[in-house]
């Protein structure tokens, strides 16, 4: 069983050897300002009617917001929808900059 939450620095090992698939519920404006390169846009409000069409249960999905809140949320619909190697990527997309690629955009 996988933890609700991931810390970057493993994140990032799983992003380098494709092990994972970053899905990003950030809003559209906050998308465009930063982003971690090959995450899939699904803003916080489309996953519900987008997740059981484009997400695959059995797929190790890494979700994404700007401090980790909306992603935690997210990752708990998730959970009970059946996805259970669904994780928060722990601090978001800011603990992603400061520890990892500090050339990702900080607001």
């Known amino acids: ?44 409000n489309e996953v519900p009617g987008r997740a059981h069409d484009e997400l695959n249960p059995d797929e190790r999905l890494i979700i994404v917001c700007h401090h980790g809140v909306r992603s935690m949320n997210v990752t708990a619909w998730l959970r009970r929808q059946g996805f259970d190697k669904a994780q928060s990527l722990r ?3 800011d603990a992603w900059s400061c520890m ?8």
Do not use: N, Q
């Open 1 to 44: 069983m996988f933890e609700y939450e991931i810390d970057p620095a493993d994140a990032a090992s799983l992003l380098a050897e494709k092990g994972a698939r970053f899905i990003d519920v950030r809003e559209p404006w906050e998308f465009a300002a930063a982003r971690i390169e090959g995450s899939v846009h699904m803003p916080m």
């Open 91 to 93: 601090g978001g997309i």
């Open 100 to 107: 990892v690629d500090p050339a990702v955009g900080r607001y």
